[in-house]
């Protein structure tokens, strides 16, 4: 084993092996490998009170953080950062879906001196005032036009109604960054929305190149994560509680 010593704390990630050799790994593009494994889905662990993992696959966790608060950084954390990467340092960044993965983008992106749009739900004044509490230099309901056109916008929300609606707050020359597995259907649109050179794209998995990025941005700021924690045995109370929006930021199984 290379990079830890016993005792160091370690952090297994989604990303949990990958072969090395198919067209996608050998360029670079080890987040869409043919052969990848992923934690608690491919590879046991995750949802688990021991786990072995590949060490390679592996980030050392910051000091500062403990545990709990380390833990999002590890899913909602990295996938956040790729999408934030994809969005190229937009100096306006719409982000749609103030939940997990935005909560931790907002200050990463905040950090590298971008302004943050922050959408929620419709009328979630709570959800507005965290994204407020957190940098985010507006925040509103996903209906609402920002008061400046977007450079970037990323959907962390599973709504496809969402393409179109940050496509029309986004300006010429700006991209759109849907961040999550799975997303309702995507309504027709009229072409002009996507006119002007606006790039509609996904963002999947991560590479461990995203992770070291990331976790040296984590060590070198200190991210403020907001967890909820349920123990292991309450893990379909935290997936229910999660999908009816009950929660601030993320839900964390403890052992
Ligand atoms: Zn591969």
């Not at 494994?37 to 500062?64: M, N, Q, S």
């Not at 002009?192 to 999947?204: D, H, I, K, N």
Request: neutral net charge.
């Amino acid at each position: 084993m290379t990079g830890f010593a016993r005792g160091d704390r370690a952090g297994v990630p989604w990303l949990g092996w990958t072969c090395g050799t198919c067209r996608f790994c050998t360029r670079g593009q080890e987040n869409l490998c043919d052969n990848a494994r992923f934690t608690g889905y491919t590879l046991d662990g995750g949802y688990a009170e021991y786990v072995t993992a590949d060490a390679r696959y592996c980030f050392r966790i910051p000091a500062g953080y403990d545990d709990i608060e380390a833990a999002p950084l590890l899913c909602a954390g990295l996938i956040g950062y790729r999408a934030l990467a994809m969005a190229g340092g937009a100096k306006r960044l719409g982000l749609y879906g103030f939940g997990a993965a935005a909560h931790i983008a907002a200050q990463v992106a905040r950090h590298g001196g971008q302004d943050v749009y922050a959408f929620t739900r419709p009328g979630d004044d709570t959800g507005q005032r965290f994204a407020l509490s957190l940098g985010a230099v507006w925040a509103g309901g996903s209906e609402v036009r920002p008061p400046q056109a977007l450079d970037a916008a990323i959907i962390f929300a599973p709504v496809g109604a969402l393409v179109p609606a940050a496509l029309s707050a986004t300006a010429k020359g700006g991209v759109v960054i849907c961040a999550g597995i799975h997303m309702s259907d995507i309504p027709a649109f009229p072409y002009a929305l996507l006119w002007g050179e606006r790039t509609l794209r996904s963002v999947a998995n991560l590479t461990r190149r995203d992770g070291e990025a990331f976790f040296a941005i984590a060590a070198e700021t200190r991210i403020r994560t907001s967890v909820r924690p349920y123990a292991l045995a309450d893990a379909n109370v935290a997936l229910a509680d999660l999908r009816e929006g009950r929660i601030e930021g993320a839900a964390v199984l403890t052992p």
